[in-house]
């Protein structure tokens, strides 16, 4: 009886925390023509990195690109984890559309409250 009661409080815990989602990682040459949600595409040749793409994770559909190129700005880095997960720095941030703001951490989203999802959800 105890371990159905573990199993109902985390069940119940688990709608209140939202979890955050972990991305897939996909490495591509070309950005395929249907983005997969949940999935970050690593863009590049070998070690030569163009970009990242990801749909935006906060439901509004757009693909967001990150450039990795060093020549160009903005730029991002993209840093492989031994955890077989992926981080950017800096922070995304939207400054047109939904205006979402984010980091992207060992593959998954955390949001910056201040900016973007919660205000945006609130338009
Ligand atoms: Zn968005």
Known sequence: MKKFFT???AWIR???QRKPVRFKTE???ELPDQLKPATIYIAGEGEYLWFVAMICPCGCGETLHMNLQADTRPRWSVAFNA???VSLSPSVWRKIGCHSHFFFRESEVVWCHEHGYHSSMRE
């Open 27 to 29: 490495h591509v040459e």
């Open 83 to 85: 955890n077989d997960t």
């Open 14 to 16: 688990s709608w209140f």
């Open 7 to 9: 199993i109902a409080w």
